[in-house]
């Protein structure tokens, strides 16, 4: 996962934490009422199995990891 969110970053994608927050839950940025989710089956599988969107939290942990180089590069 590392890898692929290095790759965002470096081929010009500029994307920052915030919008890669809206990419993964736009009710997260926008607000509840926000009716556009792309991985609503995800999230909701996620929230009844595990009581969290477990994939969000990964996937900005390692972002946040990332970006304070803790994250080794590789290519």
């Known amino acids: ?34 009716r556009s989710e792309p991985f609503r089956v995800l999230k909701n599988n996620e929230m009844k199995r595990d009581g969290e969107y477990r994939t969000r939290r990964f996937v900005l942990d390692a972002w946040d990891r990332m970006e304070r180089g803790e994250l080794p590069m590789s290519r």
């Open 1 to 34: 996962m590392g890898v692929r969110l290095q790759r965002i970053q470096e081929e010009g994608y500029g994307l920052t934490r915030d919008e890669l927050r809206y990419i993964l839950d736009p009710a997260d940025v926008m607000g509840s009422d926000y």
